[in-house]
């Protein structure tokens, strides 16, 4: 059974009456199973952070559906009840962490806020036991619970933020280029880090991202979306390995790798959308 269904989703953006709107998700339909990886690829402005951000409620939708464990995801909730079950059923990693941390809260403090705000920690004994394990899950240590996200490297601070993700034990964790900001070396550390953590603890993963090979190191499934538009989908190493789609065609041959010719992918690019654009 799929934990999250999504169909028709649509979002439409106009920045007048009078302007034309730009289709950031078009009639857009996936499923996600327990445990599995999702990627979601395209260029920039293709809609992947839009979807995103609609399944964790920074976004509206025009129309559609979309529901996370049966419960609809689309209604803004209402009350406390609500807003704690949304976060306890979806959490969000962002490509910068300093979004999501409070730069003048240590560590340990803001993980321990988290917990006993939802109830997970009846004492501030057992919160820092969690909080020790959530930093033993994302493979930092007890002297990380002092530090300030400043006095943090930038991989450290992503894991930090993957660690308050995974606070609430969300179904689903929705990754928008969680990786794409750090350093080739500690991108890969992540990357074994969360492959860890989905085989461990069973939670789902959207994995949004431009990186091809980042999506074919996590993920089982790929979506490619072109403007909006889902233009193939499937297994992940077939959609790499064996594109259908034009436009992933065009994907698969942008990435640098031995024979990799670049004015020929600018060439390619130009002319499919001139194409796309008749």
Known sequence: MSLVEVKNLHREF?????AEGVTAANRVTFSIDAGEALGLVGESGSGKSTIARILVGLERAD??????????????????????????????????????????VPVGVMLQRILRSHGLAPDSQQARNQVLRLLDQVRLTERHLDSKPHELSGGQRQRVAIARALALAPKLLVLDEAVSALDVSVQAQVLELLAEI?????????FVSH??????????????????????????????????????????????????????????????????SL
Request: glycine share 8%; aromatic share 6%.
């Open 63 to 104: 129309s559609g559906e979309a529901t996370i464990d049966g419960v609809d995801c689309l209604r803004p909730p209402r009350g406390k009840a609500a807003r704690y079950e949304r976060a306890r059923a979806v959490q969000m990693v962002f490509q910068d962490p300093n979004g999501s941390l409070d730069r003048r």
């Open 198 to 206: 989905q085989r461990e603890s069973g939670v789902s993963f959207l």
């Open 14 to 18: 106009r920045m007048g009456r009078s």
């Open 211 to 276: 990186d091809l090979a980042v999506i074919q190191e996590l993920c089982q499934r790929t979506l490619v979306l072109f403007r909006g538009t889902v233009v193939e989908q499937g297994d992940t190493d077939e959609v790499l390995t064996n594109p259908q789609h034009p436009y992933t065609k065009l994907l698969v041959a942008s990435t640098p790798g031995p024979g990799w010719d670049p004015e020929r992918v600018v060439a390619e690019r130009l002319s499919f959308t001139q194409r796309m």
